[in-house]
């Protein structure tokens, strides 16, 4: 922060605080700008200084500037529909709230709690927000407990002069200003605690990064785990009963199959594609099938005790080239691997597809199947890709 933003805000800092004689006129502006949407500097300035007078003097353009909400032109609708417009320089109004929020973190006797309350119902609805109105939406929550710090372009040099304080507002305030003129001070919430900053850790089920005690990455977390055990472990599909043909542990899922289908073969391709360390996803997405009647995709359903009856178990698709089937790719849950689940419904799918082809590459666990019991063709394939 360059000096002439940081020197108004260090005076301040360290004044006497005055009388709060004007909160009501302040709460007065708040509602315009929040009706506007919009404040011109000269509103902003007095939003602030008839609450905290010490600030007079303060360059509300630097210091937005400084805090990343520059200001930007607006302007007056014309009258008619080729007519000017006068434009202004001006601050969204939950710019202006972020703002108010920062000058309160700060220590001073300013109270955005107001205005945040007004701008809160905005916000409803709203999918995508800016980096302002995300500060409106967390507010409650951390106010009076965060630490922010100021400091100038350049480090202090020279003679030191360090203080320390309790603000009026009970938040406290360690300063240190340099010969030089340089400055830095840093300011900590009146409840503020310090705790020690939290490490992400990753899932041991699903693998998904996430932060433990951070609620948004505890929620995605859970959407992700939930989705992951779907797939990852067995789960009952009652749906699945009526599919199954006169092969009770094997489902075809052509291209005119159900939606739901195909979103079960795709869920699948997509844990192959990251197992495999692919670039793609070889499954088209449901709603995004094409007029392809050479693809075929096709799900593995347990017949075993292992797992829950009508439960997918694997998982993978089969493309025509040249008039030969050809085995795209297959995927089994890591729980059912190397407990026969491919070895029991290979002489269903030759008899489907007979003599067909394997794409390369080929997982060593693969390659060791076909070495053991593939056709001659295949074993070949095998060899050739080696």
Known sequence: MNLRTLDPLWEAILAEPAPRRYAARARELELKVVAAGWAMRHEIEDIIVLQDPRLLGLDVRDLAESLERPFVTVYSRPRLRFGTSVGHEALSAPDVCALLVALEATGFEIDPSGMVSSLLPTLT?????????LDLLHYER??????????????PAGDEDVREFKTSTGYRVWALAGADGARR???????????????????????YRHTPGDAESTHFHRLFHRKEVRV????????????????????????????????????????????????????PRPGKMVEEPAMVGFLFINDGPDFPPHSVVG?????KREERWELNWIWVIPAARRKGVLRARWPALVDRFGDFDIEAPLSDAMAAFVRSHGCDRQKAGLLADQ
């Open 125 to 133: 609805g709203k999918k995508l927000l800016t980096s302002a109105e």
């Open 142 to 155: 951390v106010r009076h407990k965060a630490e922010v710090t100021y400091w100038s372009d350049r480090e």
């Open 185 to 207: 001070f840093a300011v900590k919430g009146a409840r503020f605690r310090a705790r020690p900053p939290a490490q992400p850790v990753d899932c041991p089920v699903c693998g």
């Open 232 to 283: 990852l472990h067995a789960v009952a599909n009652p749906r699945l009963a009526g599919r199954l043909g006169e092969t009770q542990a094997l489902v075809l899922v052509p291209m005119a199959s159900d939606r739901w289908l195909h979103q079960l073969v795709h869920e699948r391709a997509i844990r192959f594609k990251r197992e495999m360390r692919f670039d793609s996803i070889q499954y």
């Open 315 to 319: 998982a993978g698709a089969f493309v």
